[in-house]
């Protein structure tokens, strides 16, 4: 079993429509989660962190926490083209001494 | 305001060469780290820096070495290239590694080809 989960998609949406983009983890211990956002030959950039359980909002995007089902979610309203790009989850583990650990990404499409 | 930054961004070696990936950031962060992305494969850690003077070794440190050289430069070195060390290689640091809530912020990534 990897680490942190995701589907690889792609996942099309028509624009203005909700995205979700879904993650699992197995550390149960983890604390915190991040999103990642990755153009086709660019590098990651935050978009949005969440350490407690429930939704935290940022703009048109929403993170979703719910630990004791071990998975995390990003949903963007009103998606635009331009947020086609590669999603990635990454998981701050707390057992051992390892820094993030990151989901293949889901690749996201949104058609205009 | 320049983050992280990595030299080369392209690099193109025949196998058996050697090459070190440049990385420093001005950010102040304690935390550096080498990953390699693959299609498919996601982000995968070759090695990281909790803090200066230490590293460890990630998922796929085999072929690697890396030097702290001071707070802010991390470089990772390819001793002798093999193809499938073909990849693009991103450097990224943070203000804490273990146990942190802090994220970490990337460099361009270098693109490097072996034949």
């Known amino acids: 079993q990897k680490e942190v989960e995701q589907n690889s998609g792609p996942l099309s949406v028509p624009e203005g429509a909700i995205a979700s983009l879904n993650c699992t983890y197995s550390d149960r211990g983890s604390q915190s989660f991040f999103w990642y956002r990755q153009y086709s030959g660019k590098s990651p950039e935050l978009i949005m962190f969440i350490y407690s359980n429930g939704d935290k909002e940022d703009g048109r995007f929403t993170a979703q926490l719910n630990k004791a089902s071990q998975y995390v979610s990003l949903l963007i309203r009103d998606s635009q083209p331009s947020d086609s790009a590669t999603y990635l989850c990454a998981v701050n583990p707390i057992t051992g001494r390892r820094a993030l650990t990151f989901g293949s990404g889901t690749r996201l499409q949104v058609q205009p | ?115």
């Not at chain 2, 930054?5 to 990936?21: E, N, R, Y």
């Open chain 2, 1 to 115: 305001n320049a983050g992280v930054t990595q030299t080369p961004k392209f690099q193109v070696l025949k196998t058996g060469q050697s090459m070190t990936l440049q990385c420093a950031q001005d950010m102040n962060h304690n935390s550096m780290y080498w990953y390699r992305q693959d299609p498919g494969m996601g982000l995968r850690l070759i090695y990281y820096s909790a803090s200066e003077g230490t590293t460890d070794k990630g998922e796929v440190p085999n072929g690697y070495n890396v030097s702290r050289l001071n707070k802010r430069e991390f470089s990772l070195r390819l001793e002798s290239a093999a193809p499938s060390q073909t990849s693009v290689y991103f450097c990224a640091s943070s203000g804490q590694a273990f146990g942190s809530n802090q994220p970490q912020h990337f460099g361009d990534g270098t693109r490097l080809s072996i034949l």
